[in-house]
Structures are given as structure tokens and as C-alpha cells.
């Protein structure tokens, strides 16, 4: 078992930043790939960024790549999201999740935090 809690959401002007940290506990996490997820009401969950816990191997969907970050700390047991030039349309509940395998889809992975609200006004 994994288990992941999220924090750090708000409410951010547009070209703000936020960053968003993901704690994580369980059994062997270090060997799990971990990403971050977002829905956006009424939209499916889409894949944002992800990264192998023991490596330092990361992936960015097109729409984020060069605002957003992906980092973990070892020491803390935390992933981050580190969220620059924020845009209205990143505005979604935001999860965390870890699969035993790199994947960019949602259904592959196994574990998942209960979400934080990102909001980005105009």
C-alpha cells in the first residue's frame, strides 16, 4: 500500500505560481513511478507530469512543458509540483498517484491522494 496526500492548492491570479507537494508513505514507493493528475469540472482526468521516484527521469504533457516542474525529496518523502505562469485553463482539482510502471494514463495507476483545488482567475 501507498498512501499519498496532497497539498498547497489556492487561489492564484493568472501568471501566478504555486507549488503543490505530494507526501507519500507506504510500502517500497521508491519503486513506483509517480504523477500528477488533473480534472477540470465537467473534463476527464489528464495526465500533467510525471517521474520515477529513484531516478531522475521526468515527463511533462505538452500543455505544461516549461511552467511547470516535477521534483521529489527524498529526505521528506514528498513529490512537488512547482506551478509558474499559471494560466485560467490549469484551473482543476489536482492529484497525486503512483503505478508500479511509467505510465501517462490515469486507469494504469494504482494509487491516488484525495486531490487539492487549483484555481486561476483572469
Known amino acids: 500500500q501507498v498512501q499519498l496526500v496532497e497539498s498547497g492548492g489556492g487561489l492564484v491570479q493568472a501568471g501566478g505560481s504555486l507549488r503543490l507537494s505530494c507526501a507519500v508513505s507506504g510500502r517500497s514507493f521508491s519503486s513506483y513511478a509517480m504523477g500528477w493528475f488533473r480534472q477540470a469540472p465537467g473534463k476527464e482526468r489528464e495526465f500533467v507530469a510525471a517521474?520515477?521516484?529513484?531516478?531522475?527521469?521526468?515527463y511533462y504533457a505538452d500543455s505544461v512543458k516549461g511552467r511547470f516542474t516535477i521534483s521529489r525529496d527524498n529526505a521528506k518523502n514528498t513529490m512537488y509540483l512547482q506551478m509558474n505562469s499559471l494560466k485560467p485553463e490549469d484551473t482543476a482539482v489536482y492529484y497525486c498517484?503512483?503505478?508500479?510502471?511509467?505510465?501517462?494514463?490515469?486507469?494504469?495507476?494504482?494509487?491516488w491522494g484525495q486531490g487539492t483545488q487549483v484555481t486561476v482567475s483572469s
Open positions: 498517484a503512483a503505478a508500479r510502471k511509467f505510465v501517462i494514463v490515469a486507469t494504469a495507476y494504482d494509487y
Open positions: 517521474l520515477w521516484w529513484s531516478h531522475d527521469y521526468t
